[in-house]
């Protein structure tokens, strides 16, 4: 089952393929992209007063990297790092929702390894439609585990809000220059829940590294959820905090540099697609808002497959004329 | 892209789409149809005191048409009305629950776009079980801004109820053969959320005038939905107002007089069809009780689709005998 | 039609195909399981003075069964008990959670028969995977009445919790090794919505007549599901009355058992989805709460999919080498 050769050779690959798994986050297979990413994330975490979610992080892409190698899925995808980057969000999801507690950490291990297993089956369901699973497995297999938290004490839910009915927010923030930039930089760096704007800086460094154009649609994505957020009078503070972004920033990068050809058309198709990730974002809040639970990522996959699914049918002009 | 040809013709052809996609809504592929169910819209709307529901649905269809066009979806969908029938109900809708602001006839003209995307994303999802997304196109676009609109104060949610957990209600209503006529009549009216008899009346003979039997059908789904809904001593009121006759109407179109042949197996099988949707309308009202959001047709997408997933393997005696 | 022939071969078969109905709850192709089934619910449902729920399964077996043969579904089908085994899982729920009226019956009897329906489309849906629906025909199904019943005054929902927030429950239940026997015995006679550690008795039984593969992976499943729930610290009443079991027994017989090929890489497989199970469990039970809703066997469906799902591509190891 496991030869010599098999070993050997995955023990060189896996830094890279552990790297890699960082970077396909954002869709970039390319090791410094992660490593920049891995960067942004310590900084990030040690800055904001929550150094465990840096550490989580590394120990969920270990783990759901590792968990590829044992269950001998192809090679090609953990060369690529599709093993890892479910993982690393469940590493930075445990321990911002979570309390500090052995049992937590068994979870996030069970958890992240669980995203290796639903991203095959979960690839295999939308192949049938020529799509992938995105962030799904991430998403989905961490819902399941802050939503038992609400049962299991094991799990103190002590950083997730409380259940409630869904209501507007009012709310004053500052609205200067820099004041924006800040906040346009926090919905880069939501994308791994964390609230530091120079940790937006490194990924976004980190997506250049790889891609200028990658690195172009996050900018507008994040710039145009705040641009949305705001002229719909969203709850102000949540948008300071660059939770309006993370989703928009995914689908702006997924649809305009990623699964789309580059013309004119695809660049609308993207300011459209991140444009409704922005009320799916608001949506899924006041869904999610009775159960006390977390989108995650959900908003992105819901707004990327919504825009891609029409797509691979009659988009896409160039290939065909 | 756009050649003068491919415009001029479109501009000739855009009256008639335009009618279809409203008769649509209820399975007609005629022209008349449309306009026996516009007069029905404005006479209702205006009768009520809600006359922007009728102007949002004539923006809605005019949007999700133009939409269609600017895509350069399949040509014959286009000319069949598909375009049009999801943006209708999206103009419809967006009135009835939010507040009269800039930004809700803006949310309302995105949302009536979406809808022409996601329909040919969503047929493209269901023709793998030979399929249709009805109006759930519709159904799914619109519950996305109605969510917001508990976030976003640019919509505001002022005529949605509000969030609170499911409980039963009591209530007295007259229940005279002229009252429950009216009732009956309510039940088909909603399916364009208008609550007016004459509008019920304009609604069957548009049918009519394209096919007796999907106005028979209609008129049997709203009154096997008002038999079942006071038989289980279901919400008065709401069964009064026609809240629990429209999917049960649309239902009965689909099953009876659309998808399935004409056949006394058929007619048992669109009753049966029928009387479940009544109750996935109940359970549906209290699913969503939480988060205040209006179950729209969904609860007629999942019973016409529960009863044509089998359909197409076991049902259809007649082709095969 | 209905000719002679098919009538009076169905009518010898009947007996047989109810009783491999009920063994089919727990993938036993077997009329002997089936009767030590039944014997279980009688026994328990008598002991636990709600004999109602023995008589509505004996309804919901002939009436699901029934449909079968009425809607003349492959016959293949129905000699495996492959139409009956949702049905008396809705009998089993409707006694359980709903107070005893006529159209509490009259509900049961419909959703029976609904479930033969739902089945035979719900498997056309999954059979693009190869999958089938397991019990989520019942699941779906059991879920509109239940939910309607918030609102039907005819459907009193004297038997279900009331909807609420999900939160942490504190209980001290005894925990001597007699006690966790009866515990654990509960986990599997809940497969069947009953509280009873002489039922769990005669479900072994009934599972080693026809499989001792299939009993111990039930024993299995049902003593993981108390470890990792005690672990945890879940509510410790329920855990006591088997409702983090049930799920977890049908998710280690699915995947321990039936679904798998036996081997070591195989049990620890069926192992893993089986502690994924009880998370879901918990899971689903703090997403239905501000319902009121209970997860029926939707736990156990999701998690045996989560498994399979990636299996069919690249899990089965014997087969392929």
């Given amino acids: 089952m496991f030869d010599k ?23 970039q297979d390319n090791m410094w992209t992660g490593i920049l990413f891995l960067i942004g994330i310590f900084w990030g975490a040690y800055m904001e007063g929550s150094p465990l979610v840096a550490w989580g992080a ?3 892409v270990l783990v759901s990297t590792l968990a590829g190698y044992i269950l001998r899925l192809p090679d090609q995808n953990g060369a690529q790092g599709l093993w890892g980057f479910n993982g690393v969000l469940v590493g930075c999801a445990f321990p911002t929702f979570l309390g500090n507690t052995l049992w937590m950490w068994i979870g996030l ?24 699973s995105f962030t799904f497995p991430f998403v989905f297999c961490t819902w399941i585990f802050l939503l038992s938290a609400r049962l299991f004490n094991g799990f103190p839910p002590v950083f ?7 209501h507007g927010a009012e709310g004053v923030i500052p609205m200067g220059f820099g004041d924006l930039v800040v906040y346009w930089l926090r919905g880069l760096s939501q994308v791994f829940l964390i609230k530091s704007w120079v ?10 590294v790889s891609s ?10 994040s710039a145009v959820s705040l641009l949305i957020a705001f002229v719909w009078d969203g709850p102000a ?7 309006y972004g993370f989703s928009a920033v995914l689908t702006a990068i997924a649809l305009g540099a990623t699964f789309c050809n580059f013309s004119w058309r695809s660049a609308i198709w993207a300011i459209l697609g991140t444009i409704v990730t922005v009320f799916i974002q608001a949506a899924m809040n006041a869904f999610f808002a009775p159960m006390g639970l977390p989108t995650l990522t959900g908003p992105f996959c819901i707004g990327t497959w ?3 699914l029409p797509a691979y049918k009659f988009f896409q002009p160039d290939e065909k004329n």
Avoid at 21 to 26: C, D, K, L
Avoid at 212 to 221: C, K, S, T, Y
């Fill in 109 to 132: 291990v069970i958890c992240s390894a669980l995203t290796t297993v639903a991203r095959s089956g979960m690839d295999n369901f939308f192949s049938r439609w020529k799509l992938s």
């Fill in 212 to 221: 200028w154009r990658a690195a172009l649609w996050a900018a507008i994505g």
């Fill in 160 to 166: 997730m809000g409380s259940p409630e009915f869904p």
């Fill in 5 to 27: 050769v098999y070993i050997s050779s995955s023990i060189k690959e896996f830094p890279r393929t552990v790297a890699r798994g960082i970077g396909q986050v954002m869709f």
């Fill in 306 to 308: 919504l825009f891609l």
């Fill in 58 to 60: 590394l120990v969920g």
């Fill in 237 to 243: 503070v949540d948008i300071a905090n660059g939770l």
């Fill in 199 to 208: 940790c937006g800086i490194f990924f976004l460094a980190g997506l250049a």
